[in-house]
């Protein structure tokens, strides 16, 4: 059982050029979620997808793109990193995003990609 | 804006000691959840509090939902040092969007 698959788990990219994080759940969850990591910040939310299809903004969008062509990928590109975009780079999912199932708003949560900007 | 605090943000804790982390806002929030996350890994669910007041418990931890919904606590009894991670705190806002806490890392020396 995979859950959720994260890539690169690393990588190290020049300032100025573009790059995608790839997303993977094999849950057939509805709803997928991009949060970057920094130190005394917590994590925070940069883009969601309801649903395949529909995405919309988070906490900290600026700089960052997403789709959401079918359930299982969720992509985030980053179309000219610049150094203040290096962070850990968590993807989650969950099943549905509902008011009445806390059940389902549990997120599951990738292994994460660390990205250097420099 | 960071609408969550968590405190301490650092622990370092002998073994067999009791401890307390609190989540603090002043946002009201529909729910409320906890994570724990390990070097490498990302967070994983604990638990999930929905109504004021509400207390859970887990083994050793025991989660409590602040009366007016805007802040929470994690009470560890007798820490042993497989509870070393990060906690994060984690609120719901209205439009079912999370907004995660600040961390609290906890290191449990044997």
């Known amino acids: 059982i995979a859950g959720i698959t994260q890539a690169p788990t690393s990588q190290i990219l020049a300032a100025g050029r573009r790059m995608t994080l790839r997303c993977t759940q094999d849950?057939?969850?509805?709803?997928m979620y991009w949060y970057r990591q920094d130190l005394g910040l917590g994590l925070r939310l940069i883009h969601y997808s309801n649903t395949a299809g529909t995405t919309g903004k988070g906490e900290v969008p600026d700089g960052y793109s997403v789709s959401r062509a079918n359930t299982d990928d969720f992509p985030l590109t980053l179309a000219s990193a610049v150094p203040s975009q290096t962070s850990v780079y968590f993807c989650?999912?969950?099943?549905?995003?509902?008011?009445?199932?806390?059940?389902?708003?549990?997120?599951?949560f990738g292994a994460g990609t660390r990205l250097s900007v420099l | 804006t960071q609408l969550l605090e968590q405190s301490p943000q650092f622990l370092s804790i002998q073994e067999g000691e009791n401890l307390t982390v609190y989540c603090n806002s002043s946002s009201v929030f529909s729910s409320l959840q906890w994570y724990r996350q390990e070097p490498g890994e990302g967070p994983v669910l604990l638990v999930t509090?929905?109504?004021?007041?509400e207390v859970k418990k887990l083994k050793r931890l025991t989660f409590q939902f602040g009366d007016a919904r805007k802040d929470s606590s994690l009470h560890i009894t007798a820490a042993q040092p497989g509870d070393t991670g990060l906690y994060l705190c984690?609120?719901?806002?209205?439009?079912?969007?999370?907004?995660f806490g600040t961390g609290t890392r906890l290191k449990v020396l044997a």
């Open positions: 509090v929905v109504t004021g007041g």
């Open positions: 849950m057939r969850h509805n709803a």
């Open positions: 984690a609120g719901a806002r209205p439009t079912y969007k999370y907004i």
């Open positions: 989650a999912s969950s099943e549905r995003r509902s008011r009445l199932d806390l059940a389902k708003n549990i997120q599951y």
